[in-house]
């Protein structure tokens, strides 16, 4: 399975970018794609999931109105936007790979995107908000 994000670069506060998750080499059709992110001198945090199988979402608070994921199954990608972007949005942003999609369903539920159902995961990009 890889799993390779693009997108990422440098936006100023306000603005807008929209990040990219392509996924390869598994068959499943049942599946969540996650989004996480971590900014320097912190723990890494889950920001959005899809559910493959009905396109349930799921979005941290900090990010609620703001960013928008979606999906486009029959290509295996994944798409954040981000809008009205803020300088705590900087961070490293990796998509992830969770086994079943009922995933996105528990961090509805829980209100956490934790990171252990997830495996396997991107390398990363960098979105870096300039003020």
């Known amino acids: 399975v890889q799993l390779v994000e693009s997108g990422g670069g440098l936006v100023q506060a306000g603005g807008s970018l929209r990040l990219s998750c392509a996924a390869s080499?598994?068959?499943?059709?049942?599946?969540?794609i996650g989004w996480f992110r971590q900014a320097p001198g912190k723990e890494r945090e889950g920001v959005s999931c899809?559910?493959?199988?009905?396109?349930?979402?799921y979005y941290a608070d900090s990010v609620v109105g703001r960013f928008t994921i979606s999906s486009d199954n029959a290509k295996n990608m994944v798409y954040l936007q981000l809008n009205r972007v803020n300088p705590e949005d900087t961070a490293v942003y990796y998509c992830a790979l969770g086994p079943w999609g009922s995933i996105v369903r528990t961090a509805q539920a829980t209100g956490v995107i934790r990171e252990d159902e997830y495996d396997y995961w991107g390398q990363g990009t960098q979105v870096t908000v300039s003020s």
């Open positions: 899809i559910s493959s199988t009905d396109y349930q979402t």
């Open positions: 080499g598994f068959t499943s059709d049942d599946y969540a």
